[in-house]
Every structure is written in C-alpha cells, then in structure tokens.
C-alpha cells in the first residue's frame, strides 16, 4: 500500500513538471466572475480600426502586451470587438420544424387509426403545423449571425501567464 501511494505521488510529480504553463487571453465581463479564455492555437475574429480580421493565435508577449498572430503583431489594447459565430438558431429552427410535422403526422396517424367520433385532424392541428414550421424557418433569419463582444466599459481583454 505504502509503495503504490509512492509510486502515485513520485508519478504526479513528474507529470506536473511536464506540463506546459499556461498562456491565455482572458475576456473579463464588468460585474461577473466567469470569464472566457482564448488558448494558443485558436482563431479568432477581431476588429481593429473599425476592420474586421481572422487569425489564429500562435503566442503571447507578457511583456509587451502583445497578441501573436499567424500573419500580424497585435497590441491587445488595439482590439476594439472580438465576434463569434451563432451556430445554435439553425439547429433550433429544424428541431422546432420537426415538431410541427411530428405534431401533424401524430394527428393524421391517430384519424386514420381511431373509429371514434370526435378524434380526427382538426384546424388546431394544422394551426399548430403551420405556425412551428414558420417559426422554424424565420428564426434563423431573425437572429444575427454573429454576437459581437466590444471592448470597452462591458469587456476587457487581459493577458495571462500562469506558470508556477
């Protein structure tokens, strides 16, 4: 027993001292605790000067407050909005579209099924059909593609380099 807890503890030292630090952009949200991390390696889509651009991020210069970029040097300071892609609405819309014909198809299914009177497919069925297949199809379109973090008095960028 005491040799396994040796064999654990010498093991997660050295698997400690073999991990690299960690280098991250921080986004920093005015009166919240949860932030948002962005690692090396990721692409990002950020404004300068009014410009939208895409890059990936290859490094990070503590000491000069610098974002590395695969094709540019940017200070974090001149990073006016970052904006990221919505890939919920479209999913949501189809599932919402799904619902409707399954509502319609359970209805027409239980008219063709059940002999009594009473049970058969009525103008609320189809009330309910039409009004989820057009709000499957429009919802898509209602939402903006993109949300657009601005940085400023909400947003702040940080640089972080927590090695121990």
Request: net charge positive.
């Amino acid at each position: 027993m005491i040799k396994k807890a040796c064999v654990f503890c010498f093991l997660t030292l050295v698997a400690a001292g073999a991990v690299s630090a960690q280098k991250l952009l921080q986004i920093e949200r005015y009166g919240r605790t949860k932030t948002q991390r962005i690692y090396i390696g990721e692409v990002i889509n950020y404004r300068l000067k009014g410009d939208w651009y895409v890059g990936e991020i290859q490094d990070y210069r503590f000491d000069q407050g610098l974002v590395v970029l695969h094709n540019r040097i940017v200070p974090v300071t001149d990073i006016e909005a970052l904006r990221y892609l919505r890939t919920w609405p479209r999913p949501i819309g189809k599932q919402i579209m799904l619902f409707g014909a399954s509502w319609s198809a359970w209805a027409l299914i239980g008219t063709a099924t059940d002999s009594e009177p009473g049970i058969d497919y009525r103008l609320s069925d189809a009330i309910v059909t039409g009004s989820a297949l057009a709000t499957g199809l429009v919802l898509p379109k209602m939402i903006k593609k993109h949300k657009v973090l601005e940085m400023g008095k909400r947003h702040r960028l940080r640089l972080l380099d927590l090695t121990f």
